[in-house]
């Protein structure tokens, strides 16, 4: 079964620290783009950012650039999203989606597979 399976997401403290793990199973990470998106409570789905089979990241939120980033460990076919400093409108169902290509597209690509988020809270 190809999909992309998301965890490590739960209630934080402001002001901590989480690293959120998209897990893709089926298929390999080496020939696909994998991004992270968030919903919060009430608003549209938003891209965060986008990591190439190349390790080239692409920001789609410009304001989380200094607190967010993304990496992947080849070796486990796993993408990482790291978030310092939470805020509590931080507070958002996290999604990862992966597509196939060599580039990041625009957050309104074509992603075809979705996983089912993981729900990060920041209250103290």
């Known amino acids: 079964q190809l999909q992309v399976v998301e965890s490590g997401g739960g209630l934080v403290q402001p002001g901590g620290s989480v690293r959120l793990s998209c897990v893709a199973s089926g298929f390999t990470l080496d020939s696909h783009v994998v991004a992270w998106f968030r919903q919060a409570p009430g608003k549209d789905r938003v891209g965060i950012q986008c990591?190439?089979?190349?390790?080239?990241?692409?920001y789609y939120t410009d304001h989380v650039r200094e607190r967010f980033t993304i990496s992947k460990d080849g070796a486990k076919n796993t993408v990482y999203l790291l978030i310092n400093n939470l805020k509590p409108e931080d507070t958002a169902v996290y999604y990862c989606?992966?597509?196939?290509?060599?580039?990041?597209?625009?957050?309104?690509?074509?992603?075809?597979?979705w996983g089912q988020g993981t729900q990060v809270t920041v209250s103290s």
């Open positions: 989606a992966a597509m196939a290509g060599s580039d990041c597209p625009t957050e309104y690509g074509e992603w075809k597979y």
């Open positions: 990591i190439t089979r190349q390790h080239h990241a692409r």
